[in-house]
């Protein structure tokens, strides 16, 4: 199956660079499962959203066609 995925910030290193690209995985899978594969380390995710809805990495099944977006941790105040 293929999703579409955005890696915000500093995230982006984990990809093949800015912007959107498309992802083959197996189907079904996880939201944690695509960060697994893609080597993004669970701590440095601060939130995922699927098709602009925000999702919990482990409950949410992708089924493909999907377009997850993955933002960073950030700090500062």
Known sequence: MKVTVHLRGPLEKYGPGPGFFD???????????????????????????????KRGPDYHRLKGGERVVVYPQVAGG
């Open 23 to 53: 992802l083959e995985a197996e189907e079904p899978c996880s939201i944690r499962e695509i960060l697994s594969q893609l080597g993004v380390p669970a701590s440095a995710v601060a939130f995922v959203s699927v098709d602009g809805t």
